[in-house]
């Protein structure tokens, strides 16, 4: 089973920027269509990113197109998501897994990064 490690949340004012990271234990990583998923308290985990297995092709929540870019290394078994122009309402515990939207399994979740943005 793959493991998934996500890190790179913090405490961030408003207009700030974070990357964060996803470091993924197996070398499936890189023929796996992978996705940045979000949970805010109170609400449903919602997909923020997707990308390709080779990282050519991207999708973005209309809530943060334009501000988040979703990329990978696929030597480093490690996916990124560079936030940019960040608002309150991106707060949420952010996780990586793969793009279940195209009807993959999904892998076991990990415990997630914090991303907190104070107005």
């Known amino acids: 089973q793959v493991q998934l490690v996500e890190s790179g949340g913090a405490l961030v004012q408003a207009g700030g920027s974070l990357r964060l990271s996803c470091e993924a234990s197996?070398?499936?990583?890189?023929?796996?269509?992978m996705g940045w998923y979000r949970q805010a308290p109170g609400k449903q985990r919602e997909v923020v990113a997707r990308?390709?297995?080779?990282?050519?092709?991207?999708h973005y929540a209309e809530s943060v197109k334009g501000r988040f870019t979703i990329s990978r290394d696929n030597a480093k078994n490690t996916l990124y998501l560079q936030m940019n122009s960040l608002k309150p309402e991106d707060t949420a515990v952010y996780y990586c897994?793969?793009?279940?939207?195209?009807?993959?399994?999904?892998?076991?979740w990990g415990q997630g990064t914090q991303v907190t943005v104070s107005s």
């Open positions: 990308i390709t297995s080779g990282g050519s092709i991207t």
């Open positions: 197996g070398s499936i990583f890189s023929i796996t269509a």
């Open positions: 897994n793969t793009d279940f939207l195209r009807g993959l399994a999904p892998w076991s």
